[in-house]
């Protein structure tokens, strides 16, 4: 299916735009997921392009983080299939040779935030409604270590232990001061602010960049690539608890009192 994300690259700048347009929140189900990897992989493989713009067909949202669904009452099967793909689609973004640039243009809670956060530079919207961060202990459940490393590699050691211990979601000026996010602009500038800092990221030859971004990240991947199926295991053995289950569903029910 190729219908949740849209991919448009521009062929004459190298730059592809790709917009999150999953109603309600962006959730990163598996069908989600599984169509943000392959989208990834078309782009890595075409030498057309060199840079990806990633940001939400949505209002208010730029994606609401992982499927609670695909986390709840599911079988050990769905769980393996589910967690591989959260996993392939980090080792695609984070490991992209293309120059990845997020326009955060809502909300961006967990999944949400890991996606900005894998990106190479991060602009966000101003308005104080958005919030981003690793809110994961509110639920009751733990961020995975390489969502933690991927944090970590962004804001440093003890912004990440306090921001994951608590379980921040940041508004988007704090967001800033912290260093998860790059830059804020007026929301009717992102789109602006991305293509002008990309055109810049796109000014240095591919090769030495790449070289260097690989350095700089091949720790963080090859230790998900050497842990996978260990990952797996401990996601699966984690998330069949009755305590988080339970945790889950009272979560899934807090969003839904919250509404009315
Ligand atoms: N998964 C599934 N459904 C969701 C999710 C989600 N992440 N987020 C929202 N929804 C649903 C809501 O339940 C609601 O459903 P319905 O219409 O049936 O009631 C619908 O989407 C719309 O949501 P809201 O009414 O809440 O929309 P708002 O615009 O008011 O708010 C927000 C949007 C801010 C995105 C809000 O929905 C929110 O805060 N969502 C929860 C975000 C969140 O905490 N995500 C964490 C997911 S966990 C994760 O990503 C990492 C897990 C790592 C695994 C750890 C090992 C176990």
Redesign the pocket.
Known sequence: SNNKIQVELDESSGVAMMKFKSP??N?LSLEFLTEFSISLEKLENNKACRGVIITSALP??FS??????E?CGKSIEHYTEFWRAVQEMWLRLYGSNMVTVAAVNG?S???GCLVALSCDYRIMAENPKFSIGL??AQ?G????FWFKDTFVNVVGHRIAERSLQLGSLHPAPEALKLGLVDELVPEEKLMEKAAAVMAQWLALPDHARQLTKTMMRKAVLDRLVAHREEDIKN?IS??SKES?QKSLRMY?EM??K??S
């Open positions: 309600p929140v959730s208010k949202i609401s983080g992982l499927d609670i669904t986390m909300s809670p967990a999944g809110n994961e639920l459940i733990v961020a995975p996601f984690f998330v988080i899934m969003l839904k919250r509404k």
